[in-house]
């Protein structure tokens, strides 16, 4: 909402500075979004007379003008206006001035070898109309003893642009801000004349609102103005509307957009002999169109509110009128509507044809339903003043009947919502301001609400209403009190921070990216989920919710390898989807890794990095998490996007009851697809809504502690086994010999080739052997020793090495 | 006793020689060996007369025990010989550079919700979460935002059907209403996360973050409100004093409602918070909508409080300096070296929120 300190005081007498003006609209919630000073610049617009014509010498339709810019001073200035002649008075703008229409500052410039200095300016450049045919004419009667003087008066005030909150479509119109500010102390508001049409001419176009269902208009009224000649707004009304950086067009369409933007009251005018026979307002039906005044044609679905004569629709109500019935200037008669409209009807109309406008923009807010005649007088009395012409007697037709709410408010609900009192005598008056009528009732007040203010409706509307007039600073503060009922965290997001900075800790850098992704990459890493489109993406590029946090991560990945970085770790902890349906969601923690170890190192020989890096990221996390790696269980079925033989699948127990994490070298077709240039890219995902939840807390795990003080001895052990058997199956079948005995078995070689059989491998281990109880002697020694053979063998089909 | 001054003598002498380990040994043989001339005298004890065996172990001893002393010293000498020797040659460039390490860091918007966290934890409230996915009636309808209602245009929202019935949350308002669903009444709460919006540009992300707050009991009024955020503005900026305003504003669940701005100015090129007279948004807030609370089962005649929301990125920005929002997500490994924090630094209520 734009408007003036000059404008606002056609509804308010105040003595203050333009300064305290905008602090009051602050503090009372009208927030003002940008100062603007449009007159800045436009003194060195100048009358102007041309006292000289003469053709361009290199150009046909080019004139090289002498202008007369006042004492004595002439300016030879190159024009190609057909108007321009001997004796015209026009708008000069000298080189440096801003052209308010396209915001170039002009130069001295030579055109076709003749230098010229300024420019004579069309209406149309000054931002003054349309009219960009020719230069600017000034009445020589008028303007023949200012010649040299500014052509824009130097008064108007700045530009005030003010975010009005969707609840106050009564602040959508400059009588409504001065309303409050008058409310808050900020000066008093002047009295509107009430103006009596004292016509006996009857509105001879009949106007019918049908009584359908759902039909969006409750009351129409209308005003013929008969033989107006439509002219140019007179000065007063062209600054007002240029003040606020609104373009003059005639002075019909100008008055319905004054009294607009002055009363919030939003008018239509029809060149009434357009309109066939009479108006129906009604529901459209599918199919109907209509050309609107934005030059678009419009095809209506069912239920759309219409206003329409014989031939079919003029418009549409309250949100945009039609090409057929608009005014012109030489537009004769004049109908002027001014109707009340559902908000609710009006949105939903607008948002299926995808329409905005300022009408649309008030009528979805909220008019005042007691506003239609008010704004009718005020349109047709000026129309008559400027235009001539006859007023007829106002029509108003309604559906239903506006009641005034009236709601119940008790003083003492204040105190108790806000922490501090007022008396309610200040109350009674703020309210009065506002325009509410207030009766005690006992020991509530009876509130009727004004009819502009369609946002109240209960007490806690009213309380708002009197501490936003207060003033917020009246508010006191209460420190808060230090005291904790509740653990602030639970078990599952101590852990997300948990794993957040353990991975941070091994050398990744956290990133946060988007939850959603390029529909491409998604496909790579979107394993067994289905796609989830969004409906309205910002870019084809972010179309899908995330079904991994690999896409992210690769994109990323990729530029900052093209940045020449060579070595990273990136991990996200976030959500990715398997649904639409809201809590389809788990939160991943994922990383990948790009490049080489020991890159340029003067230590030792670099490689890159590999599985087993990452491996140990995850199992290292996991057991600073609190699990117990010796339970672990790994198998190697993993996505699609892993490499399928360098990746696992990890699961906390042997139970495999939900996979804890996934970690492997990305699979080399995605590398190469996605054009990733690095040596190595391995990756893990952690799935936290799988991980459960350590049963014991730290605190009963630390009161178990047992160590042994018996001597312990290391065996070595080297098996020759067939390909197939995993390690991790050897290790088991070892530790399960005797679990109190074997306290750490450790691999130290894997080997195939050279003197083993093919299909074979032989591994060796490292067991470490250590009672609670006793020392053990040679023969316990090699009692076990035998059995762990001997087991070995049976179990695995393995033959030990001799 | 003159064979065992003799020995005595014979011995130091030879041990004053600069000899080798080797050379040792054999002296020590020669002295101490199974047939050494120490051990062949101490087989003699037996054969001395009784009256002088006394003196002659005495003497015996003290003699072994000068030889076996100097023995060992002697080859003390010659062990530190050979380890500075050892030492010398082991010399090497210190200034080589130390074994490859890699720094992680903390992404700072994730540092911010910790502190948030830390900040809220000492004054009774803890953290609920809600889905990034929400229905429409939590995000809207049950906040007082019906179907139809211009406010619901100041959010861009993006949705996941055709009917709009499911959509990405605008704001993280829709945790109150899910925290309020499943307890009851009082609620002490706050609730950091993701929120979306189609909207994109210099100062807008399609995805951004923000920490709603939501504290509902009896008899809590405007004054805790911002009580409470004074008291949380100070702590995080770190500050003793702040600037504060409420300046009225509209949310439609909540009633009054305000728009929280914070006074600050540029010095040198940084924005020092809580001095100057420019002024700075940072957050909606007010007491909770009746209708909100009708909403979610909460009687408004018993029950009453206020909520907040404040943008996350923005206060780290503001914090940390860090200018352009869209940088947060870009992921470029430079920034998020810089900007990121050591993961060491969990921020906590004794040793500060920032180093």
């Given at each position: 909402?734009?408007?003036?300190?000059?404008?606002?005081?056609?509804?308010?007498?105040?003595?203050?500075?333009?300064?305290?003006?905008?602090?009051?609209?602050?503090?009372?919630?009208?927030?003002?979004?940008?100062?603007?000073?449009?007159?800045?610049?436009?003194?060195?617009?100048?009358?102007?007379?041309?006292?000289?014509?003469?053709?361009?010498?290199?150009?046909?339709?080019?004139?090289?003008?002498?202008?007369?810019i006042g004492e004595k001073e002439i300016k030879k200035v190159v024009c190609g206006a057909p108007n321009a002649r001997n004796g015209l008075i026009t708008v000069y703008a000298p080189p440096g001035a801003i052209i308010p229409k396209n915001k170039t500052k002009l130069v001295v410039a030579k055109i076709r070898d003749v230098t010229s200095y300024g420019m004579l300016c069309s209406e149309s450049e000054l931002n003054l109309s349309e009219e960009s045919e020719g230069i600017t004419e000034l009445a020589l009667s008028k303007y023949n003893k200012s010649i040299g003087k500014n052509f824009f008066n130097q008064a108007s005030s700045n530009l005030i642009d003010l975010s009005i909150t969707p609840n106050r479509p009564d602040c959508l119109g400059v009588r409504g801000i001065a309303r409050d500010l008058a409310a808050s102390g900020f000066g008093k508001l002047k009295q509107e004349k009430n103006k009596v049409i004292n016509s006996k001419k009857p509105q001879t176009i009949k106007v019918k609102i049908s009584n359908e269902k759902n039909q969006g208009c409750f009351s129409f009224g209308s005003c013929l103005i008969t033989n107006v000649k439509n002219v140019e707004s007179p000065k007063w009304l062209k600054d007002k509307l240029i003040s606020i950086g609104q373009k003059p067009i005639s002075a019909i369409v100008d008055i319905t957009n004054y009294v607009m933007i002055d009363i919030n009251r939003p008018l239509h005018a029809y060149d009434a002999d357009k309109i066939e026979k009479r108006i129906i307002v009604r529901n459209s039906k599918s199919g109907e169109e209509f050309?609107?005044?934005?030059?678009?044609?419009?095809?209506?679905?069912?239920?759309?509110?219409?206003?329409?004569?014989?031939?079919?629709?003029?418009?549409?109500?309250?949100?945009?009128?039609?090409?057929?019935?608009?005014?012109?200037?030489?537009?004769?008669?004049?109908?002027?509507?001014?109707?009340?409209?559902?908000?609710?009807?009006?949105?939903?109309?607008?948002?299926?044809?995808?329409?905005?406008?300022?009408?649309?923009?008030?009528?979805?807010?909220?008019?005042?339903?007691?506003?239609?005649?008010?704004?009718?007088?005020?349109?047709?009395?000026?129309?008559?003043?400027?235009?001539?012409?006859?007023?007829?007697?106002?029509?108003?037709?309604?559906?239903?009947?506006?009641?005034?709410?009236?709601?119940?408010?008790?003083?003492?609900?204040?105190?108790?919502?806000?922490?501090?009192?007022?008396?309610?005598?200040?109350?009674?008056?703020?309210?009065?301001?506002?325009?509410?009528?207030?009766?005690?009732?006992?020991?509530?007040?009876?509130?009727?609400?004004?009819?502009?203010?369609?946002?109240?409706?209960?007490?806690?509307?009213?309380?708002?209403?009197?501490?936003?007039?207060?003033?917020?600073?009246?508010?006191?503060?209460?420190?808060?009190?230090?005291?904790?009922?509740?653990?602030?965290?639970t078990q599952t997001q101590k852990l997300f921070h948990f794993l957040q900075r353990s991975i941070a800790s091994k050398g990744y850098l956290e990133a946060i990216t988007w939850s959603f992704t390029d529909a491409k990459y998604n496909d790579y890493f979107k394993g067994q989920y289905k796609e989830l489109k969004i409906i309205n993406p910002i870019s084809s590029e972010l179309s899908v919710l995330r079904n991994s946090i690999f896409s992210n991560l690769i994109i990323y990945m990729r530029k900052n390898i093209d940045r020449g970085i060579k070595d990273l770790s990136i991990f996200e902890i976030g959500p990715i989807f398997y649904g639409t349906q809201p809590g389809e969601q788990n939160t991943v923690v994922s990383g990948l890794v790009a490049g080489k170890k020991s890159r340029l190192s003067w230590l030792e020989k670099d490689r890159n990095v590999d599985v087993f890096d990452i491996k140990r990221d995850v199992v290292q996390t996991l057991v600073e998490a609190g699990y117990d790696s010796e339970k672990f269980f790994i198998d190697d079925e993993t996505p699609t996007y892993y490499h399928p033989g360098k990746s696992g699948r990890l699961f906390l127990n042997r139970g495999k009851d939900s996979i804890a994490a996934y970690f492997g070298e990305i699979h080399p077709n995605i590398i190469k697809q996605i054009d990733l240039k690095t040596e190595s890219l391995v990756g893990f995902e952690i799935f936290l809504d799988n991980l459960k939840l350590p049963k014991k807390s730290l605190k009963d795990q630390k009161t178990k502690y047992s160590v042994s003080d018996y001597q312990k001895s290391e065996r070595d052990f080297a098996f020759i086994v067939d390909k197939k058997i995993n390690v991790q199956d050897l290790v088991s079948v070892i530790a399960n010999v005797d679990k109190n005995l074997i306290s750490n078995i450790k691999v130290f070689d894997v080997y195939e080739g050279e003197n083993i059989p093919k299909n074979k491998k032989s591994i060796a281990i490292s067991v470490t052997i250590q009672s609670q109880e006793k020392t053990l002697d040679v023969s316990d020694l090699d009692k076990i020793n035998k059995l762990i053979i001997k087991t070995v063998e049976n179990k695995t089909g393995a033959k030990i090495r001799s | 006793m003159s064979d065992i001054k003799n020995i005595r003598d014979q011995f130091v002498s030879k041990l004053k020689n600069d000899l080798s380990l080797e050379e040792i040994n054999t002296i020590k043989t020669d002295l101490f060996g199974k047939n050494g001339q120490i051990s062949s005298q101490f087989k003699t004890i037996g054969l001395i007369p009784e009256k002088e065996r006394k003196k002659f172990a005495s003497d015996l001893n003290q003699v072994k025990d000068e030889l076996q002393s100097l023995i060992i010293n002697k080859i003390n000498e010659i062990d530190g010989k050979k380890i500075n020797e050892k030492l010398e040659k082991e010399k090497i460039d210190i200034t080589l550079p130390e074994r490859p390490f890699a720094r992680g860091k903390v992404h700072p918007v994730s540092q911010t919700i910790d502190e948030i966290s830390s900040i809220f934890s000492e004054i009774g409230f803890s953290v609920e979460e809600g889905p990034d996915v929400e229905n429409e009636y939590n995000n809207f309808t049950a906040l007082n935002t019906p179907d139809n209602h211009p406010a619901r245009d100041m959010h861009d929202t993006f949705y996941l059907d055709e009917n709009k019935e499911v959509l990405l949350r605008t704001h993280t308002s829709p945790v109150q209403i899910r925290t309020m669903m499943k307890d009851k009444p009082p609620f002490k709460i706050i609730a950091p996360g993701r929120t979306y919006r189609s909207d994109s540009d210099q100062t807008h992300a399609p995805m951004f973050h923000q920490v709603e707050g939501l504290h509902i009991d009896k008899n809590i009024n405007m004054g805790h409100l911002k009580g409470c955020l004074n008291y949380f503005i100070k702590e995080f900026f770190e500050v003793e004093k702040i600037k504060m305003r409420f300046r009225p504003s509209h949310f439609p669940f909540t009633e009054p409602s305000?728009?929280?701005?914070?006074?600050?100015?540029?010095?040198?090129?940084?924005?020092?918070?809580?001095?100057?007279?420019?002024?700075?948004?940072?957050?909606?807030?007010?007491?909770?909508?009746?209708?909100?609370?009708k909403n979610v089962k909460v009687d408004p005649a018993k029950y009453q409080g206020y909520a907040f929301g404040i943008g996350i990125d923005r206060l780290a920005m503001l914090k940390y300096g860090i200018n352009d929002l869209r940088s947060f997500f870009d992921c470029d490994y430079r920034w998020l070296n810089h900007f990121g924090f050591d993961p060491l630094d969990v921020p906590t209520n004794y040793r500060g929120l920032s180093r």
């Open positions: 909402m734009k408007i003036t300190f000059d404008w606002l005081k056609d509804h308010l007498t105040v003595n203050a500075k333009e300064e305290s003006l905008i602090e009051k609209l602050t503090d009372i919630g009208l927030e003002v979004e940008s100062i603007e000073n449009l007159s800045e610049g436009l003194d060195l617009f100048k009358i102007a007379k041309i006292v000289k014509t003469e053709k361009h010498p290199n150009a046909d339709r080019l004139k090289v003008c002498d202008v007369d050309t609107a005044l934005d030059n678009k044609n419009y095809k209506l679905e069912d239920g759309m509110c219409v206003i329409s004569d014989d031939k079919g629709v003029l418009g549409l109500g309250g949100i945009i009128g039609g090409t057929r019935s608009g005014t012109e200037i030489d537009t004769k008669n004049v109908l002027i509507e001014s109707a009340y409209f559902d908000p609710r009807s009006i949105r939903s109309t607008a948002k299926r044809l995808n329409i905005d406008s300022d009408a649309k923009f008030r009528f979805e807010r909220g008019i005042d339903q007691l506003s239609i005649e008010e704004g009718l007088k005020k349109a047709a009395f000026l129309i008559k003043k400027i235009c001539g012409g006859e007023i007829s007697k106002i029509d108003i037709q309604k559906i239903n009947k506006f009641k005034n709410k009236i709601i119940k408010f008790d003083p003492n609900s204040f105190e108790k919502v806000t922490g501090f009192k007022i008396p309610t005598k200040d109350m009674l008056y703020i309210l009065g301001k506002l325009g509410f009528q207030c009766k005690k009732d006992k020991k509530a007040l009876k509130l009727t609400i004004p009819s502009w203010r369609p946002d109240i409706s209960q007490e806690i509307d009213v309380v708002e209403e009197l501490v936003r007039l207060s003033g917020y600073d009246k508010i006191k503060i209460e420190e808060p009190i230090k005291e904790r009922k509740k653990s602030t965290l | 305000a728009e929280v701005d914070i006074g600050y100015k540029i010095k040198d090129g940084k924005i020092i918070i809580g001095e100057g007279d420019q002024w700075l948004e940072i957050l909606g807030c007010g007491m909770v909508h009746p209708n909100v609370l």
